[in-house]
């Protein structure tokens, strides 16, 4: 008995130390957690008053980790940017480790980062591990005069069963009625029309999200292309962002009087 | 299902069996003895030999399990294991299934007692329960959308072995105890390794100890 003891309280000693893995799914998570909130309190703070915003928008580093890095890197070299954000998919498997060497990958970055769900991110237990690292998959921010919303479109992972996206957490988010804020950017992983939508709602997602104020463009990842396309020929424009494997990255500027956007390949 | 085909194997194993030991026409007393030993002999070979208790190795925290060895040599052991995975941040503790083959091909006698594995590796697959966790995945998706298993995980490893024989002499439980340890990895992290050089072997390698009791 007493060696049992010791040898289960040996095993415990051991599980401390990285070199054992009960699983690959395990949801054991050392390291920084809770990293969006973090980050959106550093970015409401350091953009607080400003009229311009410029930031760089990265999506799907799923198993490119020595891409991602590079990224990274290309992205310290600047000093004109205040925040990034990345569009999901930072994991293939949904496997912890792989949420903790992007996370520890990202966190390299000298400016603040955000991250949305994307659907690989969904698998097995991933997006309890998601959420326990970076935050929930609806979540918001102010950047100086600028409001983005950010938000999980990855309706086929739950088999639609889930409000997906969830038009409950939309309407809270338009009846914020704070007046810091002028402009607004949604950004999501997988857009409306793609497999992964629930596309019995496009309609709805187009007529919800136009009517935010001064509703600019949408953000999207998932297509692993770069595109710009007007996707309901009402001027609002869906930037999609390439895969990192392609070595690209969007960067927007938005002023008081409009917005543009350049393509920057590292 | 599952049950379907355990009860399939087990009825094939009979009907084997029961042709094997009747096929013969004779009636003597001797023969009928033969006839329940060969029976008795077909039945104890599922006796498993010995039984395990790994630590780690993708098994869950600790795996239990038992198993069999075979060959000239005793080189091959074919084990089953179940591993219990604590919950961390999923919703639930899971269960893990475990197959494993071990190859062993060299056994180095260091004394009496003492017998030194210098090699012993193979492969395993594991399989992870719970809803979450599939072998394909579901129909909603479009064909072939991800192209892997979440729930089946298939691990390679190299390790070695220390055996430490009992005395035969005293009545104990036991032939003899061996304590490995392994070095694992799965296909998940292979393929994550080898296009990608940030990631290091204490990323992708994981160790895992393990203790056979050896019965048989």
């Known amino acids: ?266 | 299902m599952r049950l379907l085909v355990f009860k399939l194997f087990y009825t094939g194993m009979a009907f084997i069996i029961s042709t094997h030991a009747f096929g013969q026409d004779s009636i003597s007393v001797n023969d009928s003895i033969e006839r329940t030993k060969q029976y008795r002999s077909v039945w104890d070979s599922f006796i498993p030999k010995y039984v395990k208790l790994q630590y780690a190795g993708g098994m869950g925290f600790l795996a239990i399990g038992s198993g069999w060895d075979y060959g000239n040599k005793k080189q091959w052991e074919s084990d089953f294991l179940i591993g219990w995975l604590p919950r961390y941040t999923g919703k639930q503790s899971q269960l893990v299934f475990t197959i494993k083959q071990n190859y062993i091909p060299w056994s180095l006698h260091i004394n009496g007692k003492v017998i030194l594995r210098p090699l012993h590796t193979g492969l395993y697959i594991t399989s992870t329960m719970g809803r979450d966790y599939w072998i394909k995945e579901p129909d909603s998706y479009p064909d072939s959308y991800y192209g892997f298993s979440t729930r089946l995980r298939i691990n390679a490893f190299i390790g070695q072995q220390l055996t430490f024989l009992f005395r035969q002499e005293k009545p104990l439980l036991a032939k003899s105890i061996t304590c490995y340890y392994e070095i694992s990895s799965n296909d998940l992290y292979i393929v994550s390794a080898v296009t990608n050089s940030y990631l290091q072997p204490q990323d992708y390698l994981k160790l895992s100890l393990g203790v056979k009791v050896q019965l048989l």
């Not at chain 1, 998932?222 to 001027?235: I, M, R, T, W, Y």
């Open chain 1, 1 to 266: 008995m007493k060696k049992i003891v010791l040898l289960v309280s040996f095993c415990f000693v051991l599980e401390s130390c990285d070199l054992f893995e009960y699983s690959p799914y395990d949801g054991k998570i050392t390291g920084e957690r809770n990293i969006n909130s973090k980050n959106i309190s550093r970015i409401e703070e350091s953009c607080e008053g400003k009229k311009v915003i410029r930031f760089a928008f990265i999506s799907d580093t799923q198993r490119w980790y020595d891409e991602t890095q590079a990224c990274v890197q290309s992205i310290n070299n600047r000093d004109d940017l205040d925040f990034v954000i990345h569009g999901g998919d930072l994991t293939d498997f949904g496997a912890t480790n792989e949420f903790k060497w992007q996370r520890d990958i990202l966190n390299a970055l000298t400016i603040p980062y955000v991250a949305l769900l994307g659907n690989h991110d969904c698998l097995a237990n991933g997006q309890q591990v998601f959420e326990s690292i970076f935050g929930s998959s609806n979540f918001s921010f102010l950047a100086g005069n600028m409001k983005f919303v950010c938000l999980n479109t990855n309706a086929l992972e739950y088999d639609y069963s889930q409000a997906v996206p969830d038009y409950q957490y939309i309407e809270n988010e338009l009846n914020d009625s704070r007046s810091q804020y002028e402009k607004t950017v949604v950004a999501m992983h997988a857009r409306p029309f793609s497999e992964q939508f629930n596309n019995n709602t496009s309609g709805l997602f187009q007529y919800y999200t136009k009517q935010f104020r001064g509703m600019q463009f949408c953000l999207n990842g998932h297509e692993h292309q770069l595109h710009q396309v007007d996707l309901f020929n009402d001027g609002i424009v869906y930037y999609g962002v390439s895969n990192i494997d392609k070595h690209r990255y969007y960067i927007f500027t938005i002023t008081n009087e409009s917005y543009n956007y350049e393509v920057v390949s590292f």
